[in-house]
């Protein structure tokens, strides 16, 4: 059997028309903007045919190469922000305005549907997968088969209470598990929900915020928007659905239970059944369960006012302290020990091996490529890559290169993930560790720098490994030691000149609201001299190294201890075609007056002369 290239469907070898979509090799994909069939994505999944348009999202049939399942991707691609060039990957802006756009909706979406993964994790929620790539975003959820819950509930069919509650109970959990993310369904009916077997295979419909108050499974508040909803709604649908399933009738609607429509329900349902189903399915949210959990607990017996007889605060207290005195200090010294002296250690020693893997081909023959392919038959080396990073990128495929200032004593392996949190307590290995791994931005495309290269690494404080070592620019003399970057990727060595070093935030509270922008990855002409200007009010010192609005930057961020949560940023330019790299350190001067988050103030007890500067680079 071989698989439709459209749908992905298996069909016939034989077969020239897909029985399951009638794909027949004519034109394949009718959406504008939309991926050639079989690219390959996030090297998992196997992208067919654009079936239909979701919003900002664009829907493919795929395959998950690891799972071994067809599943729905759904890509970030709304015509007014962006546009594809036939047969190419990569999205590319309208114009600046659209740039902005685009990159803080992607943002926005990433860290959404990371949630929606979260409460994925062992529920009936459809949501797989979701990444970034081609300088766009992309989800994953299940492909529906099966039929819907409307099938199998309702049409003067009636089931007991406790089987409604059994056969309900995924769709319950699912809602738990959106709450405790901070998230809710928005669009729970019989119709969203797939079975098989007599038994909920997934929830499906996912809607945020709600688009209608049509169904009689939507709460009233939908109808006020998205900041009226939250799980207390999911919870009226559930409501709602467990009263179809025992009674045999889809309820009646809100509104019409507003105009004096009642509830009825069999003789055979009890009066602890109904208020239940009426407690979920209350007008009034001040008089529904707060939330799925409550619900939950509510019909599984275990009530808050049980809870709180069973453990009383005082006896909380009580065991808690009796509990934390006989381990407090036992896990406290073994953390010590740990943090203190066995990381620092490892992630020393680690970092010295990963070193001498590089250029580490066996001979030095004029093309290594044919010993390293022997040696990792299984590798899928890329097309043009760095051949004495092999032995790294071997052993994770999402090392992307190097960054090197002897004189700060940094030089480590970069690494690029799907996202911007994946290496922050992980090493090269995957293996958990609070020094993490340089890693650059997931936005960043390394076959050709991007107008902004970033790369995030921890400075732990109580030492100097990983970008510890920067906080040494914070001073001109620092600078003087240290004025050129060397930075690798899988395709190309550069060279960056310090062009500046600031401070910044990473919360909004702490500058009145804002925080400047200094991760974009692209930007046009006019928008990126914005930035430079923005940044030589910033700056500590200027380094007399110049820059002008075809110059490309990489841009080292860490953290710094100038105030809670503050990040030390260090700008380098990069060398120009047949520039000198030589830097005439003589020039740097400090900057008397450099503009400051307003925390930064706050901290030194200082009046801020900027407070009322607008940014004109957002």
């Known amino acids: 059997m071989k698989r439709c290239i459209f749908c992905l469907n298996e069909c016939p070898d034989t077969a020239e028309v897909c029985p399951s979509c009638g794909f027949d090799g004519s034109e394949a994909n009718k959406f504008k903007y939309s991926l050639p069939l079989g690219t390959r994505l996030n090297k998992r999944y196997i992208v067919g045919g654009a079936y239909s348009k979701t919003g900002s999202f664009l829907c493919y049939h795929a395959f998950d ?23 190419e990957l990569i999205i590319k802006y309208h114009n600046e305005k659209c740039s902005m756009i685009g990159d803080r909706e992607i943002s926005a979406f990433y860290s959404h549907f990371t949630k929606l993964c979260t409460a994925s994790e062992n529920s009936v929620l459809e949501f797989t997968d979701c990444f970034a790539e081609n300088s766009t975003f992309c989800y994953v959820s299940a492909a529906e088969s099966g039929t819907p819950l409307s ?21 319950i959990d699912c809602a738990v598990k959106l709450e405790k993310v901070g998230k809710w369904h928005g669009c729970l009916s019989p119709y969203s929900i797939i079975t098989g077997d007599g038994k909920i295979k997934s929830v499906t419909g996912y809607s945020y915020p709600p688009l209608s108050f049509n169904s009689p499974f939507d709460a009233p508040e939908k109808k006020l928007g998205a900041k009226s909803c939250g799980s207390f709604t999911d919870v009226y649908a559930i409501g709602a659905m467990l009263y179809e399933a025992v009674t045999g009738f889809i309820p009646p609607s809100a509104a019409e239970r507003e105009r004096g429509r009642t509830l009825r329900y069999p003789q055979s349902i009890g009066e602890k059944e109904k208020r239940i189903i009426e407690k979920a399915m209350a007008l009034s949210p001040d008089q529904r369960y707060g939330g799925a959990g409550e ?10 006012a049980d809870e709180k007889k069973k453990l009383p605060a005082s006896e909380i207290v009580r065991r808690s302290v009796l509990a934390l005195a006989s381990v407090c200090l036992a896990v406290s010294v073994m953390v010590l020990i740990n943090y203190y002296v066995i990381e620092p250690f490892k992630e020393q020693k680690q970092a010295s091996d990963l070193a001498s893997l590089v250029g580490q081909t066996g001979s030095e023959q004029d093309d290594p490529w044919e010993e390293i392919k022997e040696k990792h038959p299984d590798i899928a080396f890329p097309d043009g890559m760095n051949p004495s990073f092999a032995e790294l990128y071997a052993i994770n495929s999402d090392f992307a290169g190097w960054i090197s200032i002897p004189e700060l004593n940094i030089n480590y392996s970069v690494v690029k993930g799907t996202d911007n949190d994946t290496y922050l307590r992980r090493d090269i290995y995957g293996k958990k560790t609070s020094y993490g791994v340089p890693f650059f931005d997931f936005k960043n495309s390394l076959r050709e720098l991007d107008r902004n290269t970033i790369i995030y690494g921890h400075n732990m404080r109580h030492d100097d490994k990983i970008f510890g070592t920067l906080e040494q620019y914070k001073t001109v003399d620092g600078f003087k030691k240290a004025p050129l970057i060397g930075m690798s990727t899988l395709y190309g060595d550069y060279t960056f000149k310090v062009y500046a070093v600031f401070i910044s935030n990473s919360k909004k509270s702490d500058d009145n609201g804002h925080i400047f922008n200094y991760v974009f990855t692209e930007a046009g002409n006019e928008r990126f001299r914005n930035y430079i200007n923005e940044i030589d009010k910033r700056k500590l010192y200027s380094t007399g190294v110049d820059i002008n609005e075809n110059d490309k930057i990489l841009t080292l961020s860490t953290c710094c201890y100038d105030f809670e949560d503050a990040r030390l940023v260090v700008v380098g330019r990069l060398l120009r075609e047949g520039e000198n790299p030589e830097v005439n350190v003589s020039l740097a001067q400090t900057n008397p007056n450099p503009k400051f988050p307003q925390a930064y103030y706050d901290a030194k007890k200082l009046d801020n002369p900027y407070k009322d500067d607008p940014d004109l680079f957002f």
């Open 151 to 171: 099938s199998v509930i309702g049409n003067g069919r009636t089931l007991p209470f406790s089987k409604s509650v059994s056969l309900l109970m995924p769709v």
């Open 65 to 87: 190469c690891q799972a071994r399942r067809r599943v729905k991707l759904c890509e970030y691609l709304p015509e007014k922000l962006m546009y594809r060039l036939p047969e």
């Open 295 to 304: 619900f939950f607990a509510d019909l599984t017996g275990k009530t808050p």
